[in-house]
């Protein structure tokens, strides 16, 4: 499946936000060509959220362990909770020194934020895509999840005296 292809499955996901910044766009330039998964239903940029996924198209100047700058090569990343995160890539999913980066298809723990819990993939394949494709849907749900709680506590009255 191609990059294209897994960002059209991920547009079907109820609520969610494809950012996509374009060269010449309001955006950082370092972020033009990659793609950030967030939750929003009223399609607006979330404030002070980080997204549930990204496909990163690129080296960047402190993580060019995936080789993105080589032809055709791109990163899926999803943030994972912790469990899954240990179920994924067992014990050794915290210690960088043990994994091979540009390895391709196969879950490797995100070259700098393992500590979050994410995972990234380069170039999934049949060995990862319908696994990544199911932790993408799981990953929208929590966010989903976690934006309904954000909002109840704004609705919920402030504690005031009842007279």
Do not use: C
């Not at 059209?8 to 309001?26: K, N, Q, W």
């Not at 950030?36 to 100047?61: A, C, H, L, V």
């Not at 960088?96 to 391709?104: C, D, I, L, P």
């Not at 199911?134 to 704004?154: C, F, G, N």
């Amino acid at each position: 499946m191609s990059m294209h292809q897994v960002l059209d499955t991920i547009r079907t996901f109820h609520g969610v936000l494809v950012l996509s910044p374009a060269a010449g766009s309001e955006f950082p330039q370092p972020a033009w060509g990659d793609h950030f998964f967030y939750y929003s239903p009223d399609g607006t940029i979330p404030q002070n959220i980080q997204p549930y996924g990204t496909i990163i198209t690129k080296n960047y100047p402190e993580d060019a362990g995936s080789r993105l700058d080589t032809g055709g090569r791109w990163r899926l990343n999803i943030q994972l909770t912790r469990a899954a995160y240990a179920e994924l890539l067992g014990a050794d999913g915290q210690d960088r020194s043990a994994w091979h980066f540009a390895r391709t298809d196969v879950f490797l723990p995100h070259p700098l934020y393992a500590a979050q819990s994410w995972v990234a993939v380069v170039n999934p394949g049949d060995r990862t895509l319908p696994t990544a494709l199911q932790l993408l849907e799981e990953a929208h749900q929590s966010a989903k999840r976690r934006t309904e709680r954000r909002t109840a506590r704004r609705a919920q009255p402030s504690g005031g005296a009842a007279s």
